[in-house]
């Protein structure tokens, strides 16, 4: 079955850095696009980036410039590369990949257009 297991998430100093990892089994993962989402504490599941079968990555307008996303397909893993942390950006972090779906089209910050998760891990950005 299809599992995404994330991991990586800790507490990192405002300006810091962290880079997160999502492990992905039980499908054909080159064939797929895989979206991180985040969820801080009374908001809405928010898109932080997509990368698609070609190897592009788009991002949410919050977290350009400072986050980067690396695709292995032949680890079956996608890493986010997350630096110039600030405290908004605290939250739980869930990668996610479709039933079917290569690219990241215009609506691909859409939460409901993903139909498995990972079960997230928790970044805190704080003193």
């Known amino acids: 079955q299809v599992q995404l297991v994330e991991s990586g998430g800790g507490l990192v100093q405002p300006g810091g850095s962290l880079t997160l990892s999502c492990k992905a089994s039980?499908?054909?993962?080159?064939?797929?696009?895989i979206a991180w989402f985040r969820q801080a504490p009374g908001k809405e599941r928010e898109g932080v980036s997509c990368?698609?079968?070609?190897?592009?990555?788009r991002y949410g307008d919050s977290v350009k410039g400072r986050f980067t996303v690396i695709r292995d397909n032949a680890r079956n893993t996608v890493s986010l590369q997350m630096s110039v942390l600030n405290p908004e950006d605290t939250a739980v972090y869930y990668c996610?990949?479709?039933?079917?779906?290569?690219?990241?089209?215009?609506?691909?910050?859409?939460?409901?257009?993903?139909?498995?998760w990972g079960p997230g891990t928790q970044v805190t950005v704080s003193l």
């Open positions: 996610a990949t479709p039933e079917t779906g290569a690219y990241c089209g215009q609506k691909w910050v859409g939460a409901d257009d993903y139909d498995y």
């Open positions: 039980g499908f054909t993962f080159e064939w797929y696009r």
């Open positions: 990368s698609d079968v070609d190897g592009r990555t």
